[in-house]
């Protein structure tokens, strides 16, 4: 079968400071649904590889990110909760990419389930997410199944399929996708990692911006 794996859109920033914006767990901003927009769109025009399935995390990031590909693909979305985020339950929600310690020290510290203020067990996190990918592979023989998820679940997956120490190694892009295959026997062959075509052709000059419906 085939695996797309999707980062979601651009979420709300959430502060400590009282202004929650969704509380720990917050929705996309305008940008955030805009890239998710394109994003359906683009993978509904792509024929043959297109989904068959959509599976999504049960945080809101996601959801809404997987709102859009129902939309444009005319399927059912299914939620399963082993694909949330490390940060789940975490007093308030941090991007990565505008954490301004040093990059080393934060990628270490999450390695040993500590993200900030929030602590989760590492073991735990991989054991659920390999468990969640291996169902849906054993469960879409032949099918192509887009999954909406995070940052450190991508990396989390793709460090088993490739092998490597466990450790955040690719910043995925907001609506970024990977392609894999992958056989129930275990077998996975990475295709591409961190694509955004979708994105890419919404800044040229010579295509024009995709509306929302």
Known sequence: MDLILVRHGRP????????????????????????????GRYLARDGAAAPDVVVTSPMRRARETARALETHLHLPVRVDPRLAEFDIGAPAYVPAESVTL???????????????????????????????FTEIIAANAGATVAVVCHNG??????SVVLGRPRGMFVQPDYTSFSRLVAARSGRRQLRSINETPHLQLARSPAEPRARPA
């Open 102 to 132: 040093d990059r080393e020290v934060l990628w270490r510290a999450l390695e040993t389930g500590e993200w900030g203020a929030h602590t989760f067990d590492p073991d735990a996190f991989e054991a659920r997410v390999a468990e969640a």
């Open 153 to 158: 679940v991508i990396n989390s997956f793709l």
């Open 12 to 39: 709300e920033t959430v502060r400590s400071d009282g202004d929650l914006r969704g509380g720990a767990d917050p929705g996309l901003t305008e940008e955030g649904h805009r890239q998710a927009d394109l994003l």
